[in-house]
Structure formats: structure tokens, C-alpha cells
């Protein structure tokens, strides 16, 4: 009895400290979007895969996306308190920055025309989804408004990179592979739009 202790106590400290820092870094990612967080759920949902364990994977689902959410929701609000503010917020200024003008437009009128089907999809696209989010602060839309496409928006994210890891972890027999495979591919797909937008570019130039 006493010898399966120690085989059962480093998977429970693992998940001890790994959920809950899952969860802070997909939290402090949505306000910050500087914190790489696919590539986070990917990597938790290679290790998930490979204890082979169903409940490990929907937690990692669960921690994922309410973190997402109620990062998003955090920062909404904060933007919110920005545009009402007559001085502006150091919150919202890090949105404007991150939303360039043309990508700005686009969202706008994408969300004048779509409504809140645009908030889900913002978040599957790279950098997709700060500009929506401007977009939905300057068409003034309520927080509840908000929150009824972002949790969608949220639980589809986590769900695609959660596959992410899943089919990276399948490829291989060591969940560090599996973890290198997510990282590289969730990294590709970040940087692939940016990568196409300035070949277009210097095509056109």
C-alpha cells in the first residue's frame, strides 16, 4: 500500500502547481498578450494526452478557457474605463498599439456587418483578436454584449490548441517531443499571417 505513494504524489504535486499556473499564465496572457498562451495550452494539453487521463484533458480545457475569458473580460472593462475617461488609460493605449489602423477598419466593418460571429472568430485568427476588441469599445458595445461572443470566442480557442497539443503529442512517444512539436506549430501559425502580409507586400511593391 505504502509503496504506491510515491508513485501517485508527483503526478498530484504536478497538477497541483501546473493547473493553477496554467491558469495564471493564460490569465496574465489576455491582459498582456505578450505571454504566448496557445502555445501554454498546447503544451499542458501534450502532457494531459499523455497521462492518458480524460479528466486531465477537460481540466486543461476548463483552466484554459475561463482564464481566457475572464482575462478578456478584465481587459474590456478596463478599456471601457479608458473610453470614458477623458484622459484616456494606459489599458487602452496597449490596445490602440496593438491594433493598427487598417486591421482596425477591417474590424469594424466586419463587426458592423456580422456582429458578434466576428468576436468568436477573432480569437482563432493571430492578432485577430485586440483590433475586434477596439472595435466592439468604440461601437460602445455594453460588457455583457461583449461577454455573450467572447465566451464562445474562448472556449473554441481553447479547444483548437488543446488540438493542437493533442495531435503533436500523438506524434511522438515522449511528452517533451510532443511539447516541442505544439510550441513549433502554435508558433508557425502565430507568425504565418504577418509572414504572408509582408511577401504580398513587397510582391506589390
Not at 505571454?35 to 495550452?41: H, Y
Not at 468576436?119 to 475586434?132: F, H, K, N, Q
Not at 493542437?164 to 508557425?188: C, D, K, M, N, R
Amino acid at each position: 500500500m505504502l509503496a504506491a505513494v510515491p508513485a501517485v504524489a508527483p503526478d498530484s504535486t504536478q497538477q497541483a502547481i501546473g493547473y493553477p499556473s496554467l491558469f495564471l499564465l493564460v490569465l496574465i496572457g489576455a491582459l498582456v498578450p505578450v505571454v504566448p498562451t496557445g502555445a501554454l495550452v498546447s503544451s499542458a494539453a501534450v502532457v494531459a494526452f499523455h497521462r492518458a487521463a480524460p479528466f486531465s484533458m477537460a481540466l486543461v480545457f476548463v483552466t484554459a478557457s475561463l482564464a481566457a475569458f475572464l482575462g478578456d473580460m478584465a481587459l474590456y472593462w478596463l478599456g471601457r474605463r479608458g473610453m470614458k475617461s477623458k484622459n484616456g488609460s494606459r489599458w487602452l493605449e496597449a490596445i490602440r498599439e496593438r491594433a493598427p489602423e487598417d486591421r482596425l477598419e477591417q474590424a469594424q466593418g466586419k463587426l458592423a456587418d456580422h456582429g458578434v460571429t466576428v468576436l468568436v472568430l477573432s480569437r482563432l485568427i493571430p492578432a485577430g483578436r485586440l483590433p475586434v476588441m477596439l472595435a466592439c469599445l468604440l461601437a460602445k458595445w455594453p460588457v455583457r454584449r461583449f461577454a455573450r461572443g467572447d465566451l464562445p470566442a474562448c472556449l473554441a480557442w481553447a479547444a483548437t490548441y488543446q488540438l493542437i497539443g493533442v495531435l503533436g503529442g500523438s506524434l511522438f512517444a515522449e511528452p517533451w517531443e510532443g511539447v516541442l512539436a505544439a510550441v513549433a506549430l502554435t508558433v508557425l501559425i502565430s507568425v504565418a499571417p504577418g509572414l504572408w502580409r509582408r511577401m504580398r507586400g513587397t510582391a506589390a511593391g
